[in-house]
């Protein structure tokens, strides 16, 4: 165990497991972050003006063929990314999925990319959305950044809280004023219009947004006992039910409100995925961060 | 013995029997308890899609049993259609009564010669009726009717045609028909109106029946003709006109016949005595009893009483006279004083037979009590004599007394008549205007033109009030100056009369309570004459015409209210008839039958595309949502 690993597993605590998992297993698939690149990259020559900086001359092109031209260098600047972690009353369910409840899973998934996004030189920090107001969190790179990380996003779901998307919204946009990459880890279960004004103004506001939905399976497939009175995990709500009777209506409603979820990120370019604490993570966050890589490479070989 | 000993066994038995059966009661409820499932708390994290999905569920549910309920609606719909179809050829020719006005005033249980009496002809026409369906039977005194009509008594009253013609036309309402049969012996109505009729241009000849024709009136009287009594528009034919259809032929038609209407009631009008030819006798409609089963529908286009009907009779006890106040249009009343039969019947049941009669006319008591000087409109038909009234009237009011011409048939002579006089009019009111004068008394005798000048003449005269005298009981009410709150109180009468004053077929009104006066409706009439005259075994009834009223005397007995009831009814006037009309009474031409099993079917036909579309509706609605529920996968 190399010392950055010692570190890391001083810095995840419980969560170590479950986030070493994951980056083991994203690893194990070649180099990715959630932002692939380095500092300083070469992009193209041009040929040399009256007043640019002799120091961008390429020398060795000059030496080659005489010739002078500038090395034009593409600065690659250190990316913030923030982790907005879900605590509302709802993240703690589970119905005894291999990766515990959904903010088990989320918060596993939040450490595992705030590893690889240190490890890639980013700097990183992570709010609990229930105490946003109270969590004051700048973003650092290094042991720093994931230190802070499993201060602000290692506690537990808020029991019968839910959650004041438009607070975060604004919170978000003041606090951060630089372009980020914004990790939302949630259930999603708001309102719509609430959900459109909240990804609508981050994105609005020039962050780049990554959704990773949990939702348990025995939600997805409604798996519940056959004559139950539910009880909200965010309040006060109950109500009585026959599971068989009302089965086909919640998939509707819980197909309806998925739609609505890809609906937005398809119009607002939000990369969405959907994450069962039954299943393993690790696949599907490969495949996006792959997509995401190649997704700047290609942006890159454009600009 | 041995019956005492099993009840003893049973006996001991008995609790234990107590406690088996009541644990046997016990066991489906234990069994259910033991079984029911238990409600598991289950914390869920998705509840905002669960409570939408409760919602939407119970959307759902409504909506398809209403799709289920329209479904289940189309094929009734669709049969009751097709039936209405098929029945059509079968059904339409047959007639339906559903609503009988049955006559149960006296006459109609006077015993024939025969035996028979017209009531029991009635109600067999009514049992076949009943036969063929539903029959909504009201009663024409306007009573209610007893379940088993066979225990029907009869009414000591006129027929109340307003409220009989009311409850039948609600019975009518919504069913599309729009006749309704009348069973009567057609005697209900009393004596013509003659002022009526001539005013309405009809020429009348009326003679009273002498004693010794009442016993061939009541052999004739009692048949049990079906009639249908549709009112039209007197005012705009102008002229009197009955006609009998027998078998959906026309059987006769007569324009020479009695409007039997002294009593003011409403609608009397339609009670017809049949006139035969050129005889002065009174007939009925000639139906031998054994024709009751044919159906005559009487067309009745009637006229009306321009004049009013309203009369009160007075008795004054102590004097030994009766003084009748009437408003002499009642030619029944002048009839009987000519013929004396009033006299008569009070000779014959009077102690000493020393009753004279003497006729006021109410104008004259209303003109005394004016206070001089006040304008005065008035309308009356020219068929009043010259009385003490009118010479009273203009002496008193001389300056202010506006005589108008009686009104025509034309319900709209009001308004070129008083324009015309207007400015002369105008001139005397203003002067009074100065005096202070605040209203003036407008005599009249027709309800309806009446409200006619009542809405006109404010516009033409400014904020002259006008009352008319002739409805009594709105003039007390209104008490119209001071002159009439003495009116009220009748210092008139008193001081004609200083005896006890009873006042029948005028409806009671509550400030005539202090006064020495009692109201006598037939009833109290009868005690009366029971208790003042000493003629308990004389006095026979009350009845509601001069058929019955003969009959009375006939039988030893004494009549002297001719109708109280009947005349406490608002006399028919152009707007009875209207409002009538309006109530959905047509000629009978019109419509006579109920709808057809055709008419049915279209509307079923109707109701048929309505619940096709709104099916096709509700199954898409429904068809979304649950092709919305198929895919389940997130």
Same mark, same amino acid.
């Given at each position: 165990?190399?010392?950055?690993?010692?570190?890391?597993?001083?810095?995840?605590?419980?969560?170590?497991?479950?986030?070493?998992?994951?980056?083991?297993?994203?690893?194990?698939?070649?180099?990715?972050?959630?932002?692939?690149?380095?500092?300083?990259?070469?992009?193209?020559?041009?040929?040399?003006?009256?007043?640019?900086?002799?120091?961008?001359?390429?020398?060795?092109?000059?030496?080659?063929?005489?010739?002078?031209?500038?090395?034009?260098?593409?600065?690659?600047?250190?990316?913030?990314?923030?982790?907005?972690?879900?605590?509302?009353?709802?993240?703690?369910?589970?119905?005894?999925?291999?990766?515990?409840?959904?903010?088990?899973?989320?918060?596993?998934?939040?450490?595992?990319?705030?590893?690889?996004?240190?490890?890639?030189?980013?700097?990183?920090?992570?709010?609990?959305?229930?105490?946003?107001?109270?969590?004051?969190?700048?973003?650092?790179?290094?042991?720093?950044?994931?230190?802070?990380?499993?201060?602000?996003?290692?506690?537990?779901?808020?029991?019968?809280?839910?959650?004041?998307?438009?607070?975060?919204?604004?919170?978000?946009?003041?606090?951060?004023?630089? #372009?980020?990459?914004?990790?939302?880890?949630?259930?999603?279960?708001?309102?719509?219009?609430?959900?459109?004004?909240?990804?609508?103004?981050?994105?609005?506001?020039?962050?780049?947004?990554?959704?990773?939905?949990?939702?348990?399976?025995?939600?997805?497939?409604?798996?519940?006992?056959?004559?139950?009175?539910?009880?909200?995990?965010?309040?006060?709500?109950?109500?009585?039910?026959?599971?068989?009777?009302?089965?086909?209506?919640?998939?509707?409603?819980?197909?309806?409100?998925?739609?609505?979820?890809?609906?937005?990120?398809?119009?607002?370019?939000?990369?969405?995925?959907?994450?069962?604490?039954?299943?393993? #993570?690790?696949?599907?966050?490969?495949?996006?961060?792959?997509?995401?890589?190649?997704?700047?490479?290609?942006?890159?070989?454009?600009? | 013995?041995?019956?005492?000993?099993?009840?003893?066994?049973?006996?001991?038995?008995?609790?234990?029997?107590?406690?088996?059966?009541?644990?046997?009661?016990?066991?489906?409820?234990? !069994?259910?308890?033991?079984?029911?499932?238990?409600?598991?708390?289950?914390?869920?994290?998705?509840?905002? &899609?669960?409570?939408?999905?409760? @919602?939407?569920?119970?959307?759902?549910?409504?909506?398809?049993?209403?799709?289920?309920?329209?479904?289940?609606?189309?094929?009734?719909?669709?049969?009751?259609?097709?039936?209405? !179809?098929?029945?059509?050829?079968?059904?339409?020719?047959?007639?339906?009564?559903?609503? !009988?006005?049955?006559?149960?005033?006296?006459?109609?249980?006077?015993?024939?010669?025969?035996?028979?009496?017209?009531?029991?002809?009635?109600?067999?026409?009514?049992?076949?009726?009943? @036969?063929?369906?539903?029959?909504?039977?009201?009663?024409?005194?306007?009573?209610?009717?007893?379940?088993?009509?066979?225990?029907?008594?009869? %009414?000591?009253?006129?027929?109340?045609?307003?409220?009989?013609?009311?409850?039948?036309?609600?019975?009518?309402?919504?069913?599309?028909?729009?006749?309704? &049969?009348?069973?009567?012996?057609?005697?209900?109505?009393?004596?013509?109106?003659?002022?009526?009729?001539?005013?309405?241009?009809?020429?009348?000849?009326?003679?009273?029946?002498?004693?010794?024709?009442?016993?061939?009136?009541?052999?004739?009287?009692?048949?049990?003709?079906?009639?249908?009594?549709?009112?039209?528009?007197?005012?705009?034919?102008?002229?009197?006109?009955?006609?009998?259809?027998?078998?959906?032929?026309? &059987?006769?038609?007569?324009?020479?016949?009695?409007?039997?209407?002294?009593?003011?009631?409403?609608?009397?009008?339609?009670?017809?005595?049949?006139?035969?030819?050129?005889?002065?006798?009174?007939?009925?409609?000639?139906?031998?009893?054994?024709?009751?089963?044919?159906?005559?529908?009487?067309?009745? %286009?009637?006229?009306?009483?321009?004049?009013?009907?309203?009369?009160?009779?007075?008795?004054?006890?102590?004097?030994?006279?009766?003084?009748?106040?009437?408003?002499?249009?009642?030619?029944?009343?002048?009839?009987?004083?000519?013929?004396?039969?009033?006299?008569?019947?009070?000779?014959?049941?009077?102690?000493?037979?020393?009753?004279?009669?003497?006729?006021?006319?109410?104008?004259?008591?209303?003109?005394?009590?004016?206070?001089?000087?006040?304008?005065?409109?008035?309308?009356?038909?020219?068929?009043?004599?010259?009385?003490?009234?009118?010479?009273?009237?203009?002496?008193?009011?001389?300056?202010?007394?506006?005589?108008?011409?009686?009104?025509?048939?034309?319900?709209?002579?009001?308004?070129?008549?008083?324009?015309?006089?207007?400015?002369?009019?105008?001139?005397?009111?203003?002067?009074?205007?100065?005096?202070?004068?605040?209203?003036?008394?407008?005599?009249?005798?027709?309800?309806?033109?009446?409200?006619?000048?009542?809405?006109?003449?404010?516009?033409?005269?400014?904020? %002259?009030?006008?009352?008319?005298?002739?409805?009594?009981?709105?003039?007390?009410?209104?008490?119209?100056?001071?002159?009439?709150?003495?009116?009220?109180?009748?210092?008139?009468?008193?001081?004609?009369?200083?005896?006890?004053?009873?006042?029948?077929?005028?409806?009671?009104?509550?400030?005539?309570?202090?006064?020495? &006066?009692?109201?006598?409706?037939?009833?109290?009439?009868?005690?009366?004459?029971?208790?003042?005259?000493?003629?308990?075994?004389? !006095?026979?009834?009350?009845?509601?015409?001069?058929?019955?009223?003969?009959?009375?005397?006939?039988?030893?007995?004494?009549?002297?209210?001719?109708?109280?009831?009947?005349?406490?009814?608002?006399?028919?006037?152009?707007?009875?008839?209207?409002?009538?009309?309006?109530?959905?009474?047509?000629?009978?031409?019109?419509?006579?039958?109920?709808?057809?099993?055709?008419?049915?079917?279209?509307?079923?036909?109707?109701?048929?595309? %309505?619940?096709?579309?709104?099916?096709?509706?509700?199954?898409?609605?429904?068809?979304?949502?649950?092709?919305?529920?198929?895919?389940?996968?997130?």
């Amino acid at each position: 165990m190399t010392p950055d690993q010692a570190a890391l597993r001083a810095a995840f605590g419980g969560l170590e497991l479950r986030a070493r998992r994951i980056v083991e297993g994203l690893r194990s698939g070649g180099h990715v972050s959630p932002r692939a690149g380095g500092a300083v990259e070469f992009d193209r020559h041009r040929a040399y003006q009256p007043g640019d900086e002799l120091r961008h001359l390429d020398w060795k092109v000059f030496a080659r063929s005489d010739r002078l031209v500038l090395k034009h260098a593409r600065m690659e600047t250190t990316l913030d990314v923030l982790f907005l972690l879900d605590d509302s009353g709802s993240m703690a369910f589970g119905s005894n999925g291999v990766w515990g409840t959904k903010f088990e899973l989320a918060t596993a998934v939040a450490h595992a990319l705030a590893w690889l996004a240190v490890d890639a030189g980013d700097r990183v920090a992570g709010w609990q959305c229930v105490d946003v107001q109270s969590t004051s969190t700048t973003p650092r790179g290094g042991l720093v950044g994931l230190s802070q990380m499993t201060e602000s996003c290692g506690g537990s779901p808020s029991e019968g809280d839910a959650v004041d998307l438009p607070a975060i919204s604004r919170m978000l946009v003041s606090a951060v004023q630089r #372009p980020s990459l914004i990790i939302v880890l949630s259930d999603l279960f708001a309102t719509q219009d609430e959900l459109e004004r909240f990804f609508g103004r981050l994105r609005h506001a020039g962050h780049d947004v990554l959704l990773l939905q949990t939702i348990d399976g025995a939600e997805q497939r409604f798996e519940v006992p056959e004559e139950a009175r539910m009880i909200d995990l965010e309040g006060l709500n109950s109500v009585q039910i026959q599971a068989r009777s009302l089965r086909d209506t919640y998939l509707e409603a819980l197909e309806r409100h998925q739609n609505f979820i890809g609906d937005i990120c398809r119009r607002l370019q939000i990369e969405h995925l959907v994450l069962d604490p039954h299943q393993s #993570p690790i696949p599907e966050l490969r495949r996006l961060l792959h997509r995401r890589a190649a997704g700047l490479s290609a942006a890159r070989t454009v600009g | 013995m041995s019956q005492v000993n099993t009840m003893l066994a049973v006996g001991a038995q008995l609790p234990l029997l107590l406690i088996v059966g009541t644990v046997a009661m016990a066991i489906p409820l234990l !069994v259910h308890l033991l079984i029911r499932r238990r409600t598991v708390l289950f914390q869920w994290g998705a509840m905002q &899609l669960l409570l939408e999905a409760v @919602q939407r569920r119970g959307r759902m549910r409504l909506l398809r049993l209403l799709l289920l309920l329209v479904r289940m609606a189309i094929p009734v719909c669709a049969a009751a259609a097709l039936a209405g !179809v098929w029945f059509d050829g079968i059904g339409s020719s047959s007639k339906a009564w559903s609503v !009988v006005l049955l006559d149960d005033t006296i006459g109609s249980f006077v015993e024939h010669n025969d035996g028979h009496r017209a009531i029991d002809a009635h109600l067999e026409v009514l049992a076949e009726l009943k @036969q063929q369906g539903p029959v909504q039977v009201v009663a024409l005194s306007g009573r209610p009717l007893p379940r088993a009509l066979n225990t029907l008594e009869p %009414v000591a009253a006129g027929p109340n045609w307003s409220t009989a013609l009311h409850a039948a036309a609600r019975h009518t309402q919504g069913t599309g028909q729009e006749d309704v &049969l009348l069973l009567s012996d057609l005697r209900a109505g009393v004596l013509p109106n003659e002022g009526s009729l001539q005013a309405a241009g009809i020429t009348i000849t009326f003679h009273p029946p002498a004693v010794d024709e009442i016993d061939a009136v009541r052999m004739t009287q009692v048949h049990a003709p079906r009639a249908v009594l549709l009112p039209g528009d007197p005012f705009e034919r102008g002229h009197l006109e009955v006609e009998l259809v027998r078998d959906g032929a026309l &059987l006769s038609r007569q324009s020479t016949v009695f409007l039997l209407d002294d009593t003011g009631a409403e609608l009397d009008e339609h009670v017809v005595h049949w006139r035969s030819g050129e005889s002065t006798r009174i007939v009925q409609l000639p139906l031998p009893r054994s024709t009751t089963h044919t159906v005559f529908q009487v067309r009745v %286009v009637p006229t009306t009483s321009p004049a009013s009907s309203r009369w009160i009779m007075l008795k004054q006890q102590t004097s030994a006279e009766i003084t009748l106040i009437s408003d002499a249009q009642s030619s029944g009343f002048d009839a009987a004083l000519d013929t004396s039969w009033l006299d008569l019947a009070v000779q014959s049941g009077s102690p000493d037979g020393a009753m004279r009669v003497h006729q006021v006319y109410p104008q004259d008591l209303l003109v005394e009590a004016l206070p001089s000087g006040m304008p005065v409109v008035v309308t009356v038909p020219g068929a009043i004599p010259e009385t003490t009234w009118s010479s009273m009237l203009t002496r008193k009011h001389a300056g202010q007394t506006l005589v108008l011409p009686p009104p025509d048939t034309d319900s709209n002579w009001l308004n070129p008549l008083l324009k015309a006089v207007e400015p002369e009019f105008k001139g005397a009111v203003g002067a009074v205007a100065k005096d202070k004068v605040s209203g003036a008394l407008l005599l009249a005798d027709d309800l309806g033109p009446l409200e006619l000048i009542r809405a006109e003449l404010p516009t033409l005269l400014g904020l %002259v009030q006008i009352e008319h005298m002739m409805n009594l009981e709105p003039l007390v009410e209104a008490g119209i100056g001071d002159a009439f709150v003495s009116f009220g109180q009748y210092p008139v009468f008193l001081r004609l009369h200083n005896a006890p004053v009873v006042v029948s077929a005028l409806s009671w009104h509550p400030t005539w309570s202090d006064l020495p &006066l009692r109201p006598a409706g037939p009833v109290l009439l009868q005690e009366l004459l029971r208790a003042e005259l000493g003629i308990n075994e004389r !006095v026979v009834r009350t009845a509601s015409g001069p058929g019955d009223l003969y009959a009375g005397m006939q039988s030893n007995g004494v009549l002297i209210q001719p109708d109280a009831t009947a005349a406490q009814q608002t006399p028919i006037r152009p707007s009875t008839v209207q409002k009538l009309q309006s109530a959905g009474w047509t000629l009978a031409e019109i419509s006579t039958t109920v709808p057809t099993h055709k008419d049915i079917s279209w509307m079923f036909v109707l109701a048929l595309i %309505v619940l096709v579309i709104m099916e096709s509706v509700l199954a898409r609605w429904v068809d979304v949502a649950v092709r919305h529920t198929g895919g389940h996968g997130v």
